[in-house]
């Protein structure tokens, strides 16, 4: 794909004539294709902004005048045109650039992001503090309709006519967030062209313009000029098409949403007789349970494809709520469901429910509130990197009274944890809410039905034990599938599905019966459930060797996820050495 536009910047771009510019766009367009075809990623929100990115480029003097993409998986166009071009095909790949973007990658990735609804408040802070300092740039906030919904983006635009900072937010509206755009500012924003009464944002002293064709590169250019030449804070209003210049994405533009690998000439996906994924083997065990118990609901903001929730919507309409890009409503509006008898499912990705914290300690557990906490892409999640991975829940969630964590270690356990809770709930013993974190990606199953009995609450299993043994492995979620690799040695291993509470009977059996325990979980260290584990063995008088296995106090970067179970130690190979090398040192 040999073109002019190789070594492509900011600078150069803003030489280009008219002509030239709509070259480049398509040509933008055929990189990417091309590279996500093979590498995988988001897709259809990058083709989408491709001439709002050249325009943005083209007008404001970037990287001095600041552009936040909010969520970021638009931004590959931004990073073809600001000099990565010739590593583009290392995205998101390990030591690749990432898929988000990264401040210490390219100065014109001006904010790191990777969850929605930041960019407005990032920009005025920026803007703000380049008043400060007596200069006049200008911070372009690009946020979709379904981000602007967040809570953050109202309390950015409830503040942002009074600091009169120079900050630009253009709201790409194409009905569309991973899922078809939800709630009543979606109906307004369809029919603000024909509203008689006052404009929303217009209210709040925020200058609108709008409804720009966000494919018109030449009413962008005079749309951003004329912001350019203003002061304060404005809304530019553009309609886009999300997949925009490839057929398959703009027709089925959830898909799409991130495709995987696909033919990039036709846009036909490159599909097999794949396993059954960990939110399939969810989704069908959610409509199992609803079927007898009635109060079981679910809530999910904004990801009912991304859970498999659109399964439980198809059997339970009435009992299914999609509540928007909103994290923190969605637990809320969960707890208030608790309250009058229902049993709710909030479906969480582990990285979105870090957004959400403060509601899940005051609003569910502080009232012992009975409410499942579906923890989805709980561990490494891989080429979505740092910003997504799913580490940082056991620790955040085992430290708050009235909660309960459990991770099962495969498809059939998540139904059994399911179905415990289930059960705990329709015999009033239920007091509290409870975490079910499980994995992204493959079951390694192709079927999958319903079936298992309940979990023996608070009890760990046995899965290798003898009389001679020294080293007890201790392990939680699906890691607890080395322990059959490892029974070779002469180790014992215990499977914990319950992270909390833990199994204080076993725990005693374990300080006097061993000379060494290891823990292996799939989470962070600091704060982390083997650390609780050991804390607990040493009240007991465990005087034996302890190590706990996990991530080590870094963020992880992306990549395939063997990869980055090497990286930090995760791997097979690595728990087997760790495991020697105790087993030498208690000879």
């Known amino acids: 794909m040999k073109t002019g536009f190789q070594n492509l910047s900011p600078q150069t771009l803003r030489s280009l004539k008219d002509e030239e510019l709509l070259s480049l766009t398509n040509y933008l367009r055929e990189r990417i294709i091309h590279v996500v075809a093979k590498r995988g990623g988001h897709l259809g929100a990058s083709l989408g902004v491709v001439e709002l990115t050249v325009a943005l480029h083209k007008v404001f003097d970037t990287p001095d005048d ?17 000099g990565r071009d010739e590593v583009f095909d290392t995205l998101r790949t390990f030591n690749g650039i990432s898929g988000f973007p990264k401040r210490e990658e390219s100065i014109y990735d001006s904010f790191g992001t990777g969850h929605s609804s930041t960019s407005i408040s990032a920009a005025m802070g920026m803007a703000v503090a380049n008043q400060l300092a007596h200069k006049n740039n200008h911070f372009i906030a690009v946020i979709g309709d379904a981000s602007i919904v967040g809570g953050m983006a109202f309390e950015a635009l409830n503040h942002i006519a009074e600091t009169r900072a120079n900050v630009i937010v253009v709201l790409n509206d194409n009905n569309m967030g991973i ?7 979606k109906q307004y924003l369809n029919q603000i062209e024909d509203l008689n009464y006052p404009n929303f944002f217009e209210s709040l002293g925020i200058a609108y313009t709008g409804v720009i064709d966000g494919h018109n590169l030449e009413e962008l250019i005079t749309a951003f000029q004329d912001a350019k030449s203003k002061k304060g804070p404005q809304l530019i209003h553009i309609r886009t098409i999300k997949g925009k210049g490839l057929a398959q994405a703009e027709a089925d533009q959830i898909t799409y949403h991130a495709p995987g690998k696909f033919e990039p000439t036709t846009g036909e996906r490159i599909t097999s007789n794949e396993p059954l994924k960990y939110q399939d083997v969810f989704a069908r065990s959610m409509v199992h349970l609803g079927e007898n118990e009635q109060r079981l609901v679910a809530v999910s903001p904004a990801m009912l494809s991304g859970s498999g929730l659109h399964l439980f919507k198809e059997a339970y309409p009435e009992r299914t709520f999609d509540v928007g890009i909103a994290e923190q409503h969605a637990v809320t509006f969960s707890a208030g469901l608790a309250t009058e008898g229902l049993l709710p499912v909030c479906h969480l990705y582990s990285t979105f429910l870090q957004r959400a914290y403060d509601q899940i300690i005051h609003d569910v557990a502080l009232q012992k509130l009975p409410v499942i906490f579906a923890i989805d892409r709980a561990g490494i999640v891989g080429e979505d990197g740092p910003t997504h991975h799913g580490m940082f829940d056991i620790s955040a969630l085992r430290s708050i009274p009235n909660f309960t964590l459990l991770a099962p270690k495969g498809p059939e356990e998540l139904y059994q944890c399911l179905k415990t809770v289930v059960e705990q709930f329709q015999s009033g013993e239920l007091l509290g809410p409870v975490g079910i ?15 298992g009995n309940a979990l023996k609450w608070g009890k760990a299993i046995a899965i290798n034990q003898s009389n001679e043994a020294r080293i007890a492995l201790l392990s939680t979620g699906t890691l607890s599938a080395y322990a059959e690799e490892l029974s070779t040695y002469a180790v014992d291993s215990y ?10 009977e076993l725990l005693n059996h374990i300080s006097k019966h061993y000379k060494a325990v290891i823990t292996l979980e799939e989470g962070a260290i600091e704060g982390s459930w083997g650390q609780g584990i050991i804390y607990q063995l040493n009240s007991l008088g465990f005087k034996g060797e302890a190590k706990c296995l996990g991530a080590s106090d870094q ?21 087997e050495q760790v495991l020697k090398d105790t087993l030498d040192r208690l000879v």
């Open 495 to 504: 499977h914990f599905p319950f992270i909390k509470p833990l199994d204080a």
């Open 179 to 185: 899922d078809p755009s939800t709630g009543s500012l």
């Open 437 to 451: 974190r499980y994995p992204r990606g493959s079951a390694d199953i192709f079927d999958f039905t319903p079936k």
């Open 555 to 575: 963020f992880i970067p992306q990549g395939k996820v063997d990869e980055l179970y090497r990286h930090i130690g995760l791997d097979l190979t690595s728990v």
């Open 66 to 82: 600041g552009i936040v993409f909010d969520v970021g998986h638009q931004i590959y166009a931004h990073k073809l045109i600001t």
